[in-house]
């Protein structure tokens, strides 16, 4: 590692830091109800918005009411995503004449995508896709499914303030205040900026360009930084292009990918003091902040010195200099020279820490521990900063285990925040647990075994679930492993060795997207119906303190500690043994 690399990492978790406050303190008040700067402008939109729904703003909804929405929102704007996909032949804005690519298990895959805020990309947007649904289907989706997460987090914290309620909010209102006074602003903003470092933003037609070599090139022209802002804003992740933050369109310089990765943690960073502050403390929030950038910083060095180190057997095909056994000038392999290994490596570790998906570089090309940090991230359930919402809601479904597990080391019953943690809130949480972890492992094994009978419904391969894959060995089990976690953990990065357009893997990536995402989402929601109904008790001597140094080490060790249970079996079988194989002089 270099010091220039190391101080690239420490400066941005330096901004992320300073940025965490102020906008918490604006969601807080936000959520809370309170008047912000922005009222005066979009209040009366905000009132317009709920008329026109008929949505009562004061009424408050129990947490099955509030689920009951989320889910019908949720079932609607995947049925207005994939049919606009499967009618984009037929409808204006497509320069190009897209219309026959988005196959019905396609669509669906990318319907539920998007809804689930995965943003999983079998498909190549500009070979595709029309600016009409690049607009209306995915940056709208970028939007509401964003929203819906912050949402849900903060009726779950409302459950932790609150005393003896029966409602923890309403989520129509919460969905239009995350839209239109927190999302929209900073999306505009966003915008403004990357279309100044060079992000297009157009209905051009596509360019045609002739090459030196006298060829003929097309280059793809859209509505690029209106959705590449609202991507990274709300943890989606998906990309204009298929090449994602990697294409010149998108993410042009320096400056832009560093601003990119600050608006990918912005939000989930913020949630952490609006949680605090909500709750009436704000070391709470500090504390799980704490917890999330542990992790985070050790993933991102343990990247970074991996993809500097390289691969140490270049020095047998005579191309290593020293006798360190490091590859000279590391592992540049799909990485942009633009932003080289350690920008490449901090945003591969900032995408798969929250649950955003988008890349700078192709995490199939890192070494095989440079590989194993992307994966792990999101196996821990997106809990280091997270999605949107979900990093937040996610990671007090950890804290909620913390407690338990120190209630039972100490015999008292666990509390948090004031609130006695009790069986039906860890049954919930361990179903949360167990739904994801179940969608990864299991669809892994059985893409990793079954073979199909050879028909054109399965593109004519046999063996549709291994036959798509660019590598063997542990190499070629990751990029599965890879395809099912991305998807389960609604993250949408991709190894990017495996084809995944086929109906076997848009079908059963798009069920763990599905499971990945309501599957954690409903059982939160009545952990947080269960604990607003409780009465907040005082902190006695024998109470754990969660606000201090102690809480955050177990926070810490818990999620490590499930993780790895979990997982370590599928790890050894992939990036663990490829880097053993590999300083043995085995490639894959």
Not at 212 to 228: C, K, M, N, Y
Not at 250 to 271: K, Y
Not at 282 to 307: C, D, N, T
Request: proline letters at 4%; glycine letters at 10%; a neutral charge.
């Amino acid at each position: 590692m270099t010091a220039n690399g190391l101080i690239q990492i420490l400066f941005y978790f330096l901004l992320v830091a300073l940025l965490a406050k102020p906008i918490g303190l604006y969601m807080a008040r936000l959520f809370a109800g309170e008047r912000t700067f922005l009222h005066p402008v979009l209040r009366p939109i905000e009132r317009l918005c709920y008329k026109l729904a008929g949505v009562r703003e004061e009424a408050e909804q129990r947490w099955t009411q509030y689920a009951g929405s989320l889910l019908a929102f949720s079932f609607f704007s995947f049925l207005f995503a994939y049919l606009l996909q499967r009618l984009e032949g037929v409808l204006p804005l497509n320069p190009s004449g897209f219309g026959e690519a988005m196959t019905p298990d396609l669509a669906f895959n990318t319907a539920v995508s998007f809804t689930t805020n995965t943003n999983w990309q079998a498909y190549g947007g500009e070979t595709m896709m029309s600016y009409l649904v690049q607009m209306a289907a995915l940056t709208v989706q970028n939007f509401v499914s964003a929203a819906a997460g912050v949402a849900v987090a903060v009726a779950l914290t409302r459950s932790f303030a609150g005393q003896q309620s029966s409602s923890v909010g309403n989520f129509w209102v919460d969905l239009t205040r995350a839209v239109l006074y927190l999302f929209l602003p900073l999306s505009l903003l966003g915008a403004l900026f990357l279309c100044s470092q060079g992000v297009i933003q157009n209905f051009n037609s596509y360019t045609q360009a002739t090459t030196l070599e006298g060829e003929t090139q097309v280059i793809a022209q859209g509505p690029v930084a209106s959705q590449e802002a609202i991507k990274l804003l709300g943890t989606n992740g998906g990309g204009f292009f298929n090449a994602n933050s990697a294409h010149p369109y998108e993410n042009p310089t320096p400056l832009a990918n560093l601003v990119q990765m600050l608006m990918i943690f912005a939000i989930p960073a913020g949630l952490t003091y609006t949680f605090g502050r909500m709750t009436g403390d704000r070391r709470q929030g500090w504390a799980l902040f704490s917890a999330m950038s542990v992790p985070f910083l050790a993933g991102a060095l343990l990247v970074y010195g991996s993809e500097q180190a390289g691969n140490p057997n270049l020095a047998k095909l005579g191309l290593e200099t020293s006798a360190t056994g490091v590859q000279p000038g590391g592992n540049m392999e799909g990485k942009e020279v633009r932003f080289g290994i350690a920008a490449t490596a901090l945003f591969a570790t900032v995408t798969t820490a929250a649950s955003c998906g988008a890349v700078n570089g192709m995490h199939d090309s890192f070494t095989p521990l440079g590989g194993l940090v992307p994966l792990f991230n999101m196996q821990t359930g997106e809990v280091i900063f997270g999605g949107t919402g979900a990093g937040l809601y996610s990671m007090l479904l950890f804290a909620i285990l913390a407690v338990f597990i120190a209630g039972l080391m100490v015999g008292r019953t666990p509390e948090y925040l004031g609130k006695k943690i009790e069986g039906k809130e860890v049954k919930m949480a361990m179903l949360a647990l167990i739904a994801t972890s179940a969608a990864i492992l299991l669809f892994t094994g059985a893409s990793s075994i079954l073979e199909f009978a050879k028909d054109s419904y399965w593109n004519g391969s046999y063996g549709a679930a291994t036959g798509n894959l660019n590598n063997a060995g542990p190499h070629g089990f990751a990029e599965i492993l890879y395809a099912y976690t991305s998807g389960a953990a609604n993250n949408g990065s991709a190894f990017a060795g495996l084809s995944a357009n086929t109906p076997w893997y848009n079908l059963t990536v798009g069920l763990a997207m599905l499971i990945g995402r309501f599957f954690i989402i409903i059982p939160m929601l009545a952990i947080a119906g269960s604990l607003a109904s409780k009465k907040k008790i005082a902190a006695t001597p024998g109470t754990l303190p969660t606000h201090g140094p102690l809480f955050v080490i177990l926070l810490v060790g818990t999620v490590v500690i499930v993780g790895a249970l979990t997982f370590f079996p599928a790890l050894s079988l992939s990036p663990i043994a490829e880097h053993f194989l590999m300083l043995q002089g085995r490639l894959f």
